[in-house]
């Protein structure tokens, strides 16, 4: 498997995104960034996200976004045993969250005013949606004490002087300010 990253690590998109990213944060440096769009392809996106360049979380691979207007799908194969690795619960609510998923996540995000703005609209496992009462459940024991911003409805900072971040038709537009 390390052997596909690195080479879809040498594909013309995976090189695209990484001067793209590294385009925006040498312009976050400037005391003024230049304000001209810069778009992030879906496939660049995936390309990067398969490729070696970046680390996931143990127990989550496979990940692909797709782009809506303002919609963005992600799909990942998720071990909840590797992601719940040392965090136990006797709740039978959480029984959903183990062993190996495909797992789709719907979200509606947008960025503006430097801020970033996702809400979890649905959460499948194998096709099957997740009653909303269990994925808080699962996000307050297992995610949150690792990343307490994430949440149904969740707000944070943009990095590197992004003001607005547009999803599009398979494309994710950002603007430096």
Same mark, same amino acid.
Request: glycine share 8%; hydrophobic share 40%.
């Given at each position: ?11 013309? +998109? ?5 001067? %793209?990213?590294? $385009?925006? +944060? /040498?312009? !976050? ?17 995936? /390309? ?5 360049q970046l680390t996931l979380p143990d127990g989550v691979e496979s990940v692909t976004l797709e782009g ?11 071990? #909840? ?6 965090? $136990? ?7 959903? #969250? ?10 509606? /995000?947008?960025?503006?005013? $430097? %801020?970033?703005?996702? $809400? ?17 459940? #699962?996000?307050? %024991? ?13 707000? #944070? ?13 398979? !494309? ?6």
């Amino acid at each position: 498997m390390a052997g596909v990253a690195t080479a879809r690590s040498n594909s013309p +998109e995976v090189a695209s995104m990484v001067r %793209k990213l590294n $385009h925006i +944060e /040498a312009n !976050s440096l400037r005391a003024r960034p230049d304000q001209t769009a810069t778009v992030l392809s879906e496939q660049e996106i995936n /390309a990067y996200l398969a490729s070696d360049q970046l680390t996931l979380p143990d127990g989550v691979e496979s990940v692909t976004l797709e782009g809506q207007a303002g919609v963005v799908t992600g799909r990942a194969r998720v071990d #909840f045993d590797r992601v719940r690795a040392g965090i $136990h619960s006797s709740n039978p609510l959480l029984a959903v #969250f183990t062993g190996i998923h495909e797992v789709e996540v719907i979200t509606h /995000a947008h960025g503006i005013g $430097h %801020k970033g703005y996702v $809400h979890v609209d649905s959460v499948s496992l194998d096709g099957i949606e997740v009653p909303r009462f269990a994925l808080e459940l #699962f996000l307050e %024991k297992y995610i949150q004490p690792r990343v307490p911003q994430a949440g149904m409805d969740s707000v #944070f900072d943009l990095p590197d002087k992004i003001d607005v971040a547009i999803v599009g038709q398979h !494309s994710l537009t950002v603007t430096q300010k």
